[in-house]
């Protein structure tokens, strides 16, 4: 009997308004568990993300901007690094970062309005959890940039002394444990404890299926708010600095002049582009002929003013300068091939022929065939030697011999050389060297593209052909006017997943270059490491990182909006 009356007492406490049990049952509580169970499935994949993904990024964003001078890394200035790699440029990078930053705070805020709108709701209790959570996150950011040079400080401290891993436990631990991290570590705890409290007080006073998305688009409105005004102040106060010490050598600088000649010179260039795209949209033909016109005259007036921006470029880096044209180069003659080599081998595939997955497999070899060892094994096939494979086969074919590998000319120029034609210096294309490196890009990338392509035909119904015959349509149209369209997506996902590649790509490039080349084969990626391992300039190789980042982050754009109007989604 005084089991049965505690066993009832128990479960009338559990059964209390506020208690845990009762805030875990129900539909509620079923929403509770799910969401902290998905949370804890994907903490170990967060943790390994931030602390291999986003951690090294934001470390070498740091690093490329610290000022002062480290005995082990080497002097720092800021955005010297920037401005020595692209000059001028990095200031109106900066800055247009930092616009972009607000616009997508406020979009992001109109977002909000606008589905809060829809749905009848006003959610502006929302702001200040998420403004004190964005605060939190913000000041712990604060923590780190203040822990950072407590930890790189340790190469000073230890120079001259026998360094073990006790020694360097400690001194570690003394970083930690300086009153000023750990007082910005307190703080940051704080705000997001404070935003966590507010958090769940707000879900209880404002009902809505969207308060989730609510919160987390008023943290990002403040996080994106918060980055572009100080990424804005502090390329202000660069820019200052670099007139200070101009006017201290007794030098004239026009960097306004340029930041806002180039920077109005891309407005008017994507006026002109909105101008452009739109004219077709045009109910009668005057509109759109005025649309067209007045898109013309703004490109020109672009092109006038962009026109600073060769005499920018003149002023940075030529290794990196060379470096991103040779990129360029690569990116640009391996992946049209690519792709349309990959597309005509996987719709021959994907016919009913004998032994197709033989040849699937024989061609997805170089793909899985290890980088390094491929590219060694190419090394011997394009050597230089008169006996050399190639070369071989030239000399059978009557054909000159070439450099290939140590060849620094460019491809153009050599043909134009081999024919009597003179060509200008800017018109000679990739070299020889760059172009053997494309060849072996073409080569092993080729399988992985025919695999993919022949998932996305896969998925294309066979109903769609059968009824495209029976109207009289031949296998040209149905190729032409069904499976390239519906192919659409996997196109976008491989000259995607191409472009970021051949940016990216280091591994076979750095086997297959030579000193011989001249530098016509080292792409954005081999200067970065040669200026990290052979320079030893951890904060320019760290600045040029950033940079590469930021290009590739805007050819991504640059891919999604083409894609959006012409990707087709059955």
Not at 490 to 495: A, G, R
Not at 552 to 560: D, K, P, V
Request: hydrophobic letters at 55%; proline letters at 4%.
């Amino acid at each position: 009997m005084t089991d049965g009356l505690i066993t009832l007492e128990a479960e009338s406490r559990a059964r209390t308004p506020g208690s845990l049990a009762n805030i875990l049952s129900g539909r509620r509580g079923r929403q509770v568990r799910e969401a902290v169970t998905a949370y804890l499935f994907l903490l170990p994949a967060l943790v390994i993300i931030g602390t291999f993904g986003l951690f090294p990024l934001a470390f070498s964003a740091y690093e490329s901007v610290l000022k002062g001078v480290n005995t082990f890394l080497g002097k720092y200035g800021g955005m010297d690094n920037y401005t020595k790699a692209i000059d001028n440029l990095a200031y109106v990078l900066a800055f247009w970062i930092a616009a972009v930053s607000v616009y997508l705070a406020f979009r992001r805020l109109g977002d909000v309005v606008r589905t809060a709108g829809d749905n009848g709701e006003r959610p502006r209790l929302w702001v200040v959890p998420g403004a004190v959570t964005a605060a939190g996150l913000v000041l712990l950011a604060r923590f780190f940039f203040l822990l950072l040079p407590e930890v790189l400080d340790i190469a000073n401290k230890v120079r001259g002394m026998q360094v073990t891993t006790q020694l360097f436990n400690q001194l570690l631990g003394e970083a930690w444990r300086a009153p000023a991290v750990q007082e910005a570590l307190r703080v940051s705890l704080l705000a997001l404890l404070a935003g966590l409290g507010l958090t769940y007080l707000v879900g209880r006073l404002f009902k809505s299926p969207r308060n989730s998305a609510y919160l987390a688009a008023f943290i990002v409105f403040f996080v994106l708010l918060t980055a572009g005004g100080a990424l804005g102040w502090f390329t202000l106060s660069e820019v200052q600095r670099a007139y200070a010490e101009a006017l201290e050598e007794g030098e004239s600088l026009d960097l306004w002049t340029q930041i806002v000649t180039i920077s109005a010179g891309f407005i008017l260039l994507g006026v002109a582009w909105w101008l452009w795209a739109s004219a077709s949209r045009r109910p009668t033909n005057v509109g759109m002929f005025l649309r067209l016109g007045a898109a013309a005259l703004l490109m020109v007036g672009a092109w006038v003013l962009i026109g600073e921006l060769p005499r920018v470029i003149a002023a940075g880096n030529k290794d990196w300068w060379q470096g991103l044209l040779v990129t360029v180069y690569y990116s640009a003659g391996s992946i049209p091939f690519q792709l349309c080599i990959s597309l005509v081998i996987a719709t021959l595939l994907f016919q009913d022929i004998k032994g197709r997955g033989l040849f699937r497999l024989v061609y997805f070899l170089p793909f899985i065939t290890p980088t390094v060892a491929a590219a060694a094994a190419v090394r011997i096939f394009f050597s230089s030697r008169a006996n050399a494979p190639v070369n071989s086969l030239l000399g059978t074919l009557g054909l000159p011999l070439q450099l290939w590998r140590d060849e620094p000319a460019g491809v153009f120029e050599i043909l134009a050389d081999a024919l009597g034609v003179a060509l200008p210096g800017w018109a000679g294309g990739p070299s020889m060297s760059m172009v053997v490196i494309i060849i072996f890009g073409i080569w092993t990338f080729v399988g992985f593209d025919v695999v993919i392509f022949l998932a996305g035909l896969g998925s294309i119904p066979r109903e769609l052909y059968e009824a495209a015959a029976i109207d009289g349509a031949g296998r040209w149209a149905q190729f032409r006017h069904m499976t390239l369209p519906l192919l659409s997506p996997t196109i976008y996902f491989i000259t995607l997943w191409a472009t970021i590649g051949t940016f990216k790509a280091f591994n076979h490039i750095w086997v297959l270059r030579s000193r011989a080349a001249l530098g016509t084969s080292d792409t954005a990626s081999v200067v970065i490491f040669n200026e990290f391992k052979r320079n030893t300039r951890y904060g320019y190789a760290s600045a040029l990182a950033i940079v590469l980042l930021v290009i590739i982050m805007i050819l991504t754009l640059i891919n999604n909006r083409i894609a959006r109007e012409r990707v087709f989604y059955a």
